[in-house]
């Protein structure tokens, strides 16, 4: 898709709204500091496992993959079954694993061995769009892999990250995943999209739940437009 281009005007102005938005953020949170969370190949074997399935079931099938095969090439040599039963806790099986091996191959062929470390030299977009000629990493995956293990300016939109920029008014209320990760990437500081990024998932987690939000409890209130239009609801009725 074409990135969304905010006008002058608009941009600054969701600038400026996201700093105290952030601000507050790192205050509650703290800042998280950039580590590295796996190293390249196992997380975009992550990925793939964490596809539709809790932080639980995807570790599991994780560190049962580890456990059943020795290294990356025995994943990528085995037969499909096998990888399949050592991530079946991890939920879709049948889909993942053929994926997983897949990526290891398509990685064997292009580079000559099971390995992602070029890809530290390599600008955002260059390897953003290397990654996603992978089948099953999209943009969001790909996201993950360079800000987690490069610590590249990515800006990765999960689930939560999406709920909580929309119901904040920093994207638009019908902005898709998409929409929402080239708008943050505008509109938050690139040297802060770790700490931003974590943080926005906790207040996710925490308090900006899906079903039910704490808004009253919720220190983001005051710049929140879904409070907002609570309220006024709530005036008018
Ligand atoms: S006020 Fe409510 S909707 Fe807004 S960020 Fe806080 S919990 Fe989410």
């Given at each position: 898709m074409n990135k969304p281009v905010l006008s002058q005007e608009?941009?600054?102005?969701?600038?400026?709204?996201?700093?105290?938005?952030?601000?507050?953020?790192?205050?509650?949170?703290?800042?998280?500091?950039?580590?590295?969370?796996?190293?390249?190949?196992?997380?975009?074997v992550c990925t793939i496992l964490s596809q539709a399935t809790s932080d639980t079931n995807r570790d599991k099938g994780f560190y049962s993959l580890k456990a059943r095969f020795p290294d990356w090439e025995s994943v990528r040599d085995a037969p499909v079954e096998a990888i399949q039963q050592a991530i079946h806790s991890a939920g879709l099986s049948n889909m993942k694993a053929p994926r997983i091996k897949s990526a290891l191959q398509f990685i064997t062929d292009t580079v000559g061995d099971i390995s992602l470390d070029f890809l530290q030299a390599m600008d955002i977009n260059e390897a953003?769009?290397?990654?996603?000629?992978?089948?099953?990493?999209?943009?969001?995956?790909?996201?993950?892999?360079?800000?987690?293990?490069?610590?590249?300016?990515?800006?990765?939109?999960?689930?939560?990250?999406?709920?909580?920029?929309?119901?904040?008014?920093?994207?638009?209320?019908?902005?898709?995943?998409?929409?929402?990760?080239?708008?943050?990437?505008?509109?938050?500081?690139?040297?802060?999209?770790?700490?931003?990024?974590?943080?926005?998932?906790?207040?996710?987690?925490?308090?900006?739940?899906?079903?039910?939000?704490?808004?009253?409890?919720?220190?983001?209130?005051t710049y929140c437009q879904y409070y907002q239009k609570l309220s006024d609801g709530e005036s008018q009725a």
């Amino acid at each position: 898709m074409n990135k969304p281009v905010l006008s002058q005007e608009v941009l600054e102005k969701r600038q400026a709204h996201y700093r105290k938005i952030a601000h507050l953020l790192i205050e509650h949170y703290g800042y998280p500091e950039w580590r590295q969370h796996l190293p390249p190949v196992d997380e975009l074997v992550c990925t793939i496992l964490s596809q539709a399935t809790s932080d639980t079931n995807r570790d599991k099938g994780f560190y049962s993959l580890k456990a059943r095969f020795p290294d990356w090439e025995s994943v990528r040599d085995a037969p499909v079954e096998a990888i399949q039963q050592a991530i079946h806790s991890a939920g879709l099986s049948n889909m993942k694993a053929p994926r997983i091996k897949s990526a290891l191959q398509f990685i064997t062929d292009t580079v000559g061995d099971i390995s992602l470390d070029f890809l530290q030299a390599m600008d955002i977009n260059e390897a953003r769009h290397w990654l996603t000629q992978i089948e099953g990493i999209g943009l969001k995956t790909a996201s993950i892999i360079l800000l987690f293990c490069y610590n590249k300016p990515a800006f990765p939109v999960d689930t939560h990250v999406h709920r909580v920029t929309r119901r904040l008014g920093l994207v638009n209320e019908n902005a898709d995943a998409t929409k929402a990760h080239y708008l943050m990437e505008q509109i938050a500081e690139p040297e802060n999209f770790y700490a931003d990024h974590l943080n926005i998932i906790r207040h996710g987690r925490e308090v900006c739940k899906a079903q039910r939000p704490r808004c009253e409890q919720c220190f983001l209130k005051t710049y929140c437009q879904y409070y907002q239009k609570l309220s006024d609801g709530e005036s008018q009725a």
